[in-house]
């Protein structure tokens, strides 16, 4: 199976048009003020982007707001990364636009996690105050309860050091990486990213296939 690779908290043109080139599907972009590889309310720069799905990342901001940020800046899909209920899913677009972040601190709540089948992906990433971006694993046995039919994208502490390991282990429909692959925060590593996404497409194939 074929692991859905994006490479989020980009910055600029240049780092976006890298992470297209070392071979990402999504390239995300951070909205929330709170972090800092917020890319401001509205920028013009991600319109042009090509290449690859463009995803706004917004945490606990209002529907219309999104909805206003979503069509300035072009957004494919937002990536809803905060407390924001199902109702606010579906009025954005639902399984066609939107991610949805759930927060992994220790046991999953897998009927909290249902609540929200109609979205595009459920994203499992490590808990923090922020929302995300900590850089730090969890432990990735608590998706060993995960329904059969359930593609979740896995994030939190990836780089490319670990994540065919993740890959392996977990069995994701995709990965979703930014810390991992910065050489300072907010700026990517151009060569740090294609040796991500390397190591995923090395951790697809069965063992002992070329």
């Given at each position: 199976m074929r692991v859905t690779v994006k490479i989020c908290?980009?910055?600029?043109?240049a780092d976006t048009r890298a992470a297209v080139a070392a071979g990402a599907d999504f390239v995300g972009f951070v909205f929330d003020p709170a972090s800092r590889r917020c890319v401001g309310p509205s920028p013009?720069?991600?319109?042009?982007?090509?290449?690859a799905a463009r995803v706004g990342v917004?945490?606990?901001?209002?529907?219309?707001?999104v909805a206003r940020a979503r069509e300035d800046a072009r957004l494919d899909l937002v990536q809803l990364h905060g407390d924001e209920p199902p109702e606010a899913c579906a009025a954005l677009g639902g399984m066609a636009r939107v991610i949805k972040a759930v927060a992994v601190s220790g046991a999953v709540d897998w009927a909290g996690v249902a609540r929200y089948a109609?979205?595009?992906?459920?994203?499992?990433?490590?808990?923090s105050a922020s929302g995300g971006g900590t850089g730090r694993p969890f432990d990735?046995?608590?998706?060993?309860?995960?329904?059969?039919d359930?593609?979740?994208?896995?994030?939190g502490g990836l780089d490319?050091?670990?994540v065919a390991a993740a890959v392996e282990r977990v069995r994701p429909a995709g990965?979703?990486?930014?810390?991992?692959?910065?050489?300072?925060a907010g700026g990517k590593d151009a060569a740090r990213m294609r040796a991500f996404v390397a190591a995923v497409r090395s951790a697809e194939r069965p063992s002992g296939h070329p």
């Open positions: 908290g980009l910055t600029n043109l013009a720069w991600i319109r042009g982007v090509e290449g917004f945490r606990n901001l209002g529907v219309e707001a109609r979205v595009a992906r459920i994203l499992f990433d490590t808990a990735w046995g608590v998706l060993a309860g995960a329904p059969a359930l593609e979740f994208w896995l994030a490319p050091e670990n990965v979703d990486v930014a810390s991992g692959v910065e050489a300072a």
